[in-house]
């Protein structure tokens, strides 16, 4: 069964750290594309980040950028997302999710499957 | 704002055929995959490429696209289809970063 597992959340002051954690299974991990989604409560879905198979390449959204590391390691099947310099907007359920290796300019893209996400509360 | 728009909010009776809608710029060049994801729980890929469902998708769920609109059609809604719908595609910035639309909650009279 394709899983994914997301860890790592909890509560943290504004200003702190956080890493979490995406544990893949079931799968061909280093052969894929991985992202990072958040989902503030009661609002919608927000794309943070994505690392490409092999780890060489990462894109951040803008509000992210500078505070947000997206890393893998393909010998441990696991996705990580380091999270520094956090504020009360990054208050959210994170997810991570797959996506195929098209490379960037595919026209063609998609999102499966999902972890069930992992929450992380900024707040003092 | 999001560069891809969709409607808040969508109902539709029992039986009865809805189109849920997404427009921004980049449709015109990326195809647009769809999402369902009832309270609580992860979102679920339901459409993606051209027209394409996963395994375990009912095939009430079609998808189509046409100039900066893409469309999810689920045709005969059944009550186990309420919940929000999401699009994504590739933001129009040219960073080649994703990006959602708001989300669509769709109601089942």
């Known amino acids: 069964e394709v899983q994914l597992v997301e860890s790592g959340g909890g509560l943290v002051q504004p200003g702190g750290s956080l890493r979490l954690s995406c544990a893949a299974s079931?799968?061909?991990?280093?052969?894929?594309?991985m992202h990072w989604v958040r989902q503030a409560p009661g609002k919608g879905l927000v794309w943070v980040s994505r690392?490409?198979?092999?780890?060489?390449?990462?894109s951040y959204a803008d509000s992210v950028k500078g505070r947000f590391t997206i890393s893998r390691d393909n010998a441990k099947n696991t996705l990580y997302l380091q999270m520094n310099s956090l504020r009360a907007e990054d208050t959210a359920v994170y997810y991570c999710a797959r996506s195929p290796d098209y490379g960037d300019y595919a026209f063609v893209n998609w999102f499966d499957p999902w972890g069930q996400g992992t929450l992380v509360t900024v707040s003092s | 704002s999001s560069e891809l728009t969709q409607d808040p909010a969508v109902s539709v009776a029992l039986g009865q055929t809805v189109r849920i809608t997404c427009q921004g710029d980049s449709l015109r060049s990326y195809y647009a995959s769809w999402y369902q994801q009832k309270p609580g729980q992860a979102p679920v890929l339901v459409i993606y490429g051209k027209n394409n469902r996963p395994s375990g998708i009912p095939d009430r769920f079609s998808g189509s696209s046409s100039g900066n609109t893409a469309s999810l059609t689920i045709t005969g809604a059944q009550a186990e289809d309420e919940a929000d719908y999401y699009c994504n595609s590739r933001d129009s910035s040219g960073n080649l970063n994703w990006v959602f639309g708001g989300g669509t909650k769709l109601t089942v009279l």
């Open positions: 690392i490409n198979s092999d780890g060489s390449s990462t």
């Open positions: 079931g799968f061909t991990f280093s052969s894929y594309w």
